[in-house]
């Protein structure tokens, strides 16, 4: 199939996903064109692309909704109308963009020494950068399920407020691992078969490669969000906080990090990690 019926087809597979999610509050609706350019982009790099990435969407969208209650109790759940635009490219656009590269290189439309190299580099690529957003995901929200008192990652004898970025317990890094090995399973369980004139992966190189990336970036995510990422301080509860507005409603006060990595910059930095830590594991090892 040609690139733009590709497209064509990634955007109506898409939207017909996309259009039940944000009905029911997993994406806003920014949140829902973000989905479609990175579903697009995904489907760009084949069936298996498309459906890793829906395994991370729809996991990480109902563990989200899972005991939302408690979760708005601890002032630490997402927005009730779901992730937006930057949310969602934030966490999914770095696989898009790979996977959507792979799909123009096996068209032939990018030329590369090589004929499997960058295949399969791109793939390993796709997945470490999938596993990472849902280790990610699932280590949050499952970790705000905890009773734990988080802990900070640089510092494990400060507690912090749940929902904290930098902040680890022992049911969000259990979390981060599920989330990690789920990705891989279902991606050696997928990648078994790759389109010919590109050789068969190894489906233990894959599910090696995509867990430790995605669990590895998974923990950059936290140290970032522990160092850098800016935080601010609510004047009026006295407490630290990864958001400009607190669950208060007072708008809150510059405290430490650099200004502009918020969370969602942490999240496409170590989505990014995950990519690249997967190709060069990939280089490393098998090539
Ligand atoms: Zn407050």
């Known amino acids: 199939m040609d690139l733009y019926s590709n497209l064509l ?61 408690s979760k708005e109790v601890k002032g630490a ?33 990018l030329i590369w020494p090589d004929p499997n190299q960058l295949s399969h580099v791109l793939t390993v690529a796709f997945l470490g950068a999938v596993s990472s957003a849902n280790a990610d995901t699932w280590a949050v929200e499952l970790g705000l399920l905890s009773e734990e008192e988080p802990k900070l990652i640089t510092n494990l004898k400060k507690k912090v407020p749940p929902g904290t970025s930098g902040g680890v317990t022992k049911l969000g890094t259990l ?8 990705i891989a399973a279902v991606s050696a369980a997928l990648y078994q078969h790759v389109s010919p004139p590109f050789e068969q992966m190894d489906p ?20 970032l969000g522990a160092t850098v990422q800016v935080k601010y301080w609510c004047p009026k509860c006295k407490k630290e906080t990864d958001k400009k507005v607190h669950k208060c409603g007072s708008s809150t006060e ?32 098998y090539d």
């Open 254 to 285: 510059y405290l430490r990090g650099i200004k502009i990595i918020s969370n969602e910059a942490v999240n496409l930095i170590s989505t990014l990690a995950g990519a690249l830590l997967a190709s060069c594991l990939y280089i490393a090892l």
């Open 77 to 109: 759940a997402e927005k009730k109308s779901g992730r937006t635009a930057l949310q969602v490219i934030c966490a999914g656009g770095v696989a898009g963009v790979a996977a959507f590269l792979k799909g123009l290189y096996e068209a032939r439309a």
């Open 204 to 223: 233990l190189a894959i599910l090696i490669i995509t867990f430790i990336s995605g669990f590895t970036a998974e923990k950059i995510d936290s140290f």
């Open 175 to 182: 979390g981060s691992f599920l989330g990690a090995l789920l």
């Open 9 to 69: 087809l990634g955007f109506i597979v898409t939207l017909a996903i996309g259009l039940p999610s944000y009905k029911k509050k997993f994406v806003s609706f920014s949140g829902l064109f973000a989905g479609l350019v990175v579903g697009m982009l995904t489907f760009v790099g084949g069936p298996a692309c498309f459906l890793v990435i829906m395994v991370f969407f729809l996991s990480s969208s109902i563990l989200t909704k899972l005991g939302y209650h």
